[in-house]
DNA sequence: TCAACACATCATTACATACTGATACGATGA
DNA sequence: TCATCGTATCAGTATGTAATGATGTGTTGA
């Protein structure tokens, strides 16, 4: 009754965040969270790279953070649950109160400090 | 009365989340969920040295993700705002349904795929 | 069957960042 | 003041992973 113990869950959140904690990403997502998008589409919507795009979308599909649908050539993709949608929108109403630290935090880009 | 560009927002997002993207910082957030903490506590709890969890403290810190009160050679970290639980909540939740495909998710964890 | 299209995958490069061990800093009590 | 404790910072190392350009795969229409 006990298949993961608590750091294999832990690694679990964290790997889910970690497809939430990148730029191109979530452009991706929040493309589409108004409705489901072919590969193509997405490219337009993102305005990055068709191979970099396909990668983000393959990382997302294995996470399930997204579900996709073949029509044809066309491949469609959707968010997988709505709750990946309100995960980016309650991030956007922390960020609201929190930005000034997020802009500080600057340890790990290291645009300065030495 | 735009001082952020749409990109801004999102890499700001994206850093929000990198916050919540590593098993130990999850591990302290988790920790502190509960109650604030000295840092020794954290160290106690999370079972990690005390450098890192410094380090992560820092980094949270200047996300604006915890806050901190120093007590004579004490430091106690909370949580800066409720939904910083909720976004761990969230994605407990979330996880519950899309385990399988986090579990799957090893491409860019290297451990298959040739 | 062939050409064009939509998408996926691969190898490579470059960079970000987690962790460690050593050390520095600041507060406290003797 | 000095030793100790709690915490922070640093340099170094190792690894993860984002982006690119080239190529592969599968579908469609002529």
Redesign the interface.
């Known amino acids: 009754m006990n298949p993961i113990i608590q750091?294999d869950?832990?690694?679990?959140?964290?790997?889910?965040?970690?497809?939430?904690?990148?730029?191109s990403?979530?452009?991706v997502l929040?493309a589409l969270c108004a409705e489901p998008l072919t590969v193509s589409a997405i490219v337009a919507a993102t305005q990055l790279s068709q191979s970099n795009v396909s990668?983000h979308l393959?990382?997302l599909?294995?996470?399930?953070?997204v579900a996709r649908q073949q029509q044809g050539r066309f491949v469609y993709y959707r968010l997988?649950?709505p709750?990946?949608g309100?995960?980016?929108n309650?991030?956007?109403?922390?960020?609201a109160?929190?930005?000034?630290?997020?802009?500080?935090?600057?340890?790990?880009?290291g645009e300065m400090n030495q």
């Open positions: 750091t869950v832990i690694e679990l959140k964290a790997k889910l965040f970690r497809g939430l904690a990148d730029a990403r979530l452009k929040e990668n393959s990382c599909h294995d996470c399930g953070l997988s649950d709750r990946v309100e995960l980016i309650l991030a956007t109403s922390l960020l109160d929190v930005a000034q630290g997020v802009y500080a935090c600057t340890r790990y880009t």
